[in-house]
């Protein structure tokens, strides 16, 4: 299997909460990203979390981080028309970071 | 600082040319890394340089790509000859060192359009 899986597609009602899942293989990294692409635009780092932390929260973003289960999530609180956009899970390895192909969120009104 | 510059935005070309993509990287940054997206592969690493020498070309699809980065301020994706499956947004982005918790830092990418 890939070693960073995201579900492609998620549908949320403006306002609510999105939460979007990743799984991966590689209990080494150290660092594990959360980033957003904009239409037409390149990929933009949202948030990180190091790998001895559970969760991080920054204003409407929470990502935890489940080292046993090697899943991680970012959730999206009160879900606007802005945050519309493909989201990527990446992980650090070696000297590279590796990406998941991105979920689309779609924002319903 | 201006992030990650990335020309032309848009290229169009006929089938059989020479396509030559442009990066400068954020200055100070010494890892620059070539990626291609598309709708049926995802993000594709192409290649990656670190201090100007290139480490990892395997992502490299076919002979037909080359990459140089003749300086910590600039580097070149050149496709020759091009074909219309080449037809893709090739991203370059820089980080210091391995990234870090700064991650990658991306530009805008060229959108590539091969007819």
């Known amino acids: 299997g890939e070693d960073v899986e995201q579900s492609l597609f998620l549908s949320v009602r403006e306002g609510d909460s999105s939460v979007i899942n990743c799984t991966y293989t590689d209990s080494s990294s150290t660092y594990l990203y959360w980033y957003k692409q904009e239409p037409g635009a390149g990929l933009q780092l949202l948030t990180y979390?190091?790998?001895?932390?559970d969760m991080k929260q920054d204003q409407r973003l929470t990502v935890l981080l489940n080292k046993k289960d090697k899943h991680l999530s970012l959730r999206i609180a009160d879900t606007q028309t802005g945050d519309s956009a493909i989201y990527f899970c990446a992980l650090s390895r070696d000297d590279k970071i590796i990406f998941g192909k991105g979920t689309r969120l779609h924002i319903l009104p | 600082d201006a992030g990650v510059i990335q020309s032309p935005r848009h290229e169009v070309t006929e089938m059989g040319q020479e396509v030559t993509l442009r990066c400068k990287p954020i200055s100070g940054h010494n890892s620059l890394f070539w990626y291609r997206q598309t709708m049926m592969r995802g993000l594709e690493l192409l290649i990656y340089?670190?201090?100007?020498?290139?480490?990892?070309d395997s992502g490299m699809p076919e002979d037909r790509f080359s990459a140089k980065m003749p300086n910590a301020s600039f580097s070149t994706l050149k496709i020759q000859p091009s074909e219309p499956r080449d037809s893709a947004v090739y991203f370059c982005?820089?980080?210091?060192?391995?990234?870090?918790?700064?991650?990658?830092?991306f530009g805008s990418g060229t959108r590539l359009t091969v007819v």
């Open positions: 340089f670190n201090n100007n020498v290139p480490i990892d």
């Open positions: 982005a820089s980080s210091l060192g391995s990234g870090g918790a700064g991650g990658y830092t």
């Open positions: 979390i190091f790998s001895n932390m």
